[in-house]
């Protein structure tokens, strides 16, 4: 009778164990705090090794103007590149510089920046992010939401809290989308500088605004847990329209563009990072 009760008692201490996050011993066993919010979607993730994505000529159907929010899941591998320009992401053809007048980089004190020009290759807005990003094994979520109205609506967030860290905003810019330049991602789109060793995941960008202060804006993007959700097939489910980026696929198609604005090639060979956000 001994051995039959301490065979169930181990039975049903392991059944328990694998369905909760915290088991406590004091005289019986105590099952504290179930699972919740399981990740319900894996998305893919990319890896660049020298590689980088190149859009020749605008997005399909962009123009000038002062709106846009942008998502994006990176990695940085490549600890050499600490303290260097690293370009991740452009979103608009050449401005100052030969860069994309809109773009996302890591600069080199390792501040993630956002960037924007105008017509006149004026900057009219830098954000910066407080931390700083290094090459290491950890994915991180940035997203930014931008009214050039306003400046009460400006935001960038990373990894669910707030980093904006403002050094420029003019109120009723105008940023210079559609100028017909070459633009890049994990690199600069006209000659490959600032090129990025790392890793990236779903990539989005719209020209409207959504305010990500709120959390449950925050939240169509990046769950409570820290992953990503699911976007839809052609990534409209944030707002209900389809974005003009979307890159989402894995790394054999990663360049094929699920928004509306326009396939990427690729210069180089993309790589599957099997370690995903």
């Not at 993730?45 to 103007?65: E, M, N, P, Q």
């Not at 789109?189 to 990236?200: E, H, Q």
């Amino acid at each position: 009778m001994r051995k039959f009760f301490l065979v169930l008692f181990v039975f049903c201490f392991a059944n328990i164990n694998s369905n909760s996050q915290q088991i406590t011993f004091g005289g019986q066993i105590t099952v504290v705090s179930p699972n919740s919010n399981p990740i319900t979607y894996v998305p893919t993730a990319t890896k660049f090794s020298g590689d980088y994505l190149v859009h020749t000529s605008d997005f399909t159907g962009i123009a000038d103007g002062g709106i846009f929010t942008a998502s994006l899941w990176f990695k940085l591998s490549d600890a050499a590149q600490d303290g260097t320009l690293r370009r991740v992401c452009q979103f608009s053809g050449i401005g100052g510089g030969l860069a994309g007048t809109c773009r996302i980089t890591i600069d080199t004190v390792n501040k993630l920046t956002v960037t924007a020009e105008n017509s006149s290759l004026t900057t009219i807005l830098v954000i910066k992010s407080t931390s700083s990003y290094t090459a290491s094994s950890t994915w991180h979520h940035m997203i930014t939401s931008i009214d050039m109205s306003d400046s009460a609506k400006q935001h960038l967030y990373i990894d669910g809290g707030n980093e904006r860290n403002t050094s420029t905003f003019t109120v009723g810019g105008i940023i210079d989308f559609a100028n017909g330049g070459n633009f890049g991602i994990m690199a600069r789109g006209t000659d490959g500088a600032g090129i990025v060793t790392g890793s990236l995941s779903e990539v989005w960008f719209t020209t409207s605004y959504l305010d990500v202060s709120i959390a449950s804006n925050l939240q169509l993007f990046r769950s409570t847990i820290g992953h990503p959700v699911n976007l839809g097939s052609i990534g409209d489910t944030p707002t209900g329209s389809q974005p003009m980026l979307y890159l989402k696929n894995s790394f054999a198609t990663f360049q094929n563009n699920l928004g509306s604005g326009g396939n990427f090639s690729v210069t180089g060979s993309l790589e599957d990072d099997p370690s995903t956000p």
